[in-house]
């Protein structure tokens, strides 16, 4: 099954193509400029350049989130359209899992964390058993200090919420935190091809209708609307 993968939670997004064969394209970039700008132009990049044509996909995997607002909303908007356009199945998948998707044979607890502003981080926890991920804690919306006090063991962190809460992870835990090397900190479309790929192939796909962004907490724009502020 040839599966598309979409991933924009992160100012690193990207899209892959993957099938039982392995993975045939991905495009990647972590610099500033918006999905609305890059991702059709990426999505069309990748199925060019593995000389397919892009009715030859046969499910569309996508990132869920948490992650940015922004970001998601146009993952999710145009995995939405792709797949009733192309009468294709539609799954989503959780950022923070595709993440630790990626550290495969990891013999350490993996915990993802993306920065989610206002001195919080998203995070979870999760172990790979075998050729299965183990989620250990829900994802959550947390201050460092409260993600800190639940680490007792090393801990493989990853993510763009190591740019700022790095030092204070290691300041704080020591030997106990570990960082991967520089190219494996981030998300990865194919990861996220993967996992969509997997559900697929177990006959499973989401309601387009009811797939919507796992923010984990409310959107300044919600905020806004009803009248609170954020803390």
């Known amino acids: 099954m040839l599966v598309l993968g979409i991933e924009t939670s992160t100012m690193q997004g990207g899209v ?5 064969q392995g993975l045939l394209s991905e495009y990647l970039l972590n610099v500033k400029a918006t999905h609305t700008e890059r991702l059709l132009p990426s999505i069309d990049r990748v199925v060019r350049d593995a000389g397919i044509a892009l009715s030859q996909v046969e499910g569309i995997a996508v990132a869920t989130g948490p992650g940015s607002f922004t970001g998601l909303r146009i993952g999710l908007s145009t995995a939405k359209g792709l797949a009733i356009a192309a009468g294709r199945p539609l799954v989503g998948v959780s950022t923070l899992q595709a993440m630790a ?3 495969s044979f990891c013999v350490y607890q993996i915990c ?23 989620r250990l804690m829900d994802e959550a919306a947390l201050s460092p200090d409260l993600l800190v006090a639940r680490i007792r063991e090393r801990t493989v962190f990853l ?14 835990l020591g030997e106990m935190a570990l960082f991967p090397p520089l190219s494996q900190r981030g998300g990865r479309a194919a990861a996220v091809a993967e996992l969509g790929h997997r559900r697929l192939l177990q006959g499973q796909h989401d309601e387009i209708s009811g797939l919507a962004p ?5 959107s300044e724009a919600e905020l806004k609307r009803l009248g609170t502020h954020a803390h």
């Open 101 to 103: 998707w990626t550290l």
């Open 214 to 218: 796992r923010y984990l907490r409310a």
């Open 112 to 134: 993802p964390i993306l920065d989610a502003r206002k001195g919080e981080i998203y995070c979870a926890l999760f172990r790979h058993e075998g050729d299965r991920l183990i």
């Open 16 to 20: 892959a193509l993957l099938s039982e």
């Open 159 to 172: 993510g763009d919420g190591l740019a700022v809460y790095g030092d204070l992870l290691k300041g704080r």
